[in-house]
């Protein structure tokens, strides 16, 4: 069984702060990939970036980078100087490869407010 | 629009009717997915098909639940006699598979609302 646990709710913060949303993930299986999406108010998930198993080099785009730490089963999201647009739900996933399945499994995501 | 697309996005019925849903996934996509979504939780996995073969159901699918994807493309998802507890967002994702891994490529979801 996987599971993915976003112990935050909900983070708000002021524009231009840096906020770091954290992803907790249990899985049995050896080889599994990590996932993060961005859900606006619109409504439609948006990918944001996938990590294997094997690549724990920390990755960085633009304002976004993610930190993965195989030691801790950690899959952070750090946003650098935040902006209102960022506001949205994020869901950090897991897909295992055990039992010739794939199945995604997602947290129950980390509503961030970004004010003005 | 080359992405995933859905139909109806909204829809209210009455308990006890039958609803069903419509998913096109991105063309070149082998894989879809259907996902349900309600307030305040991430996306719950329904089922998959790899091209026409629906691979797994998850427990969640009641046998009032029925999901097909005739030839490999587009894809239904029908809920017979309506609960009010069926009320979600009802996602569908698609992907190319690798074999290995395939991010999941989402639609702007189908909500449904039973009274």
């Not at chain 1, 996938?50 to 946003?79: A, L, M, P, V």
């Amino acid at each position: 069984a996987q599971k993915v646990t976003q112990a935050q709710t909900e983070i708000s913060v002021v524009e231009k702060e840096d906020v770091t949303l954290d992803c907790v993930y249990e899985t049995r299986d050896t080889t599994y990939y990590l996932f993060w999406y961005k859900q606006p108010p619109s409504g439609e998930l948006v990918f944001l970036i996938r990590r294997n198993s094997f690549d724990e080099q920390n990755e960085i785009s633009g304002r976004y980078s993610w930190n993965f730490q195989k030691s801790t089963s950690s899959f952070n999201f750090t946003i650098t100087a935040s902006q209102v647009v960022d506001s949205a739900v994020y869901f950090c996933a897991l897909g295992g490869l055990s039992g010739g399945s794939y199945i995604p499994t997602f947290g129950r995501g980390t509503s961030l407010i970004v004010h003005p | 629009d080359t992405g995933v697309s859905q139909n109806p996005r909204h829809k209210i019925t009455k308990r006890g009717q039958n609803v069903t849903f419509r998913c096109d996934p991105i063309s070149e996509h082998n894989r879809l997915y259907w996902y349900r979504q309600t307030l305040g939780q991430g996306p719950e996995f329904l089922t998959y098909f790899q091209n026409e073969a629906q691979l797994e159901k998850s427990r969640l699918l009641s046998d009032r639940f029925s999901a097909e994807r005739p030839k490999g493309s587009f894809s239904t998802l029908e809920i017979q006699r309506t609960e009010q507890g069926d009320s979600a967002m009802y996602l569908c994702a698609s992907s190319f598979w690798t074999g290995n891994t395939g991010e999941l490529f989402f639609g702007e979801g189908s909500r449904l609302t039973v009274l």
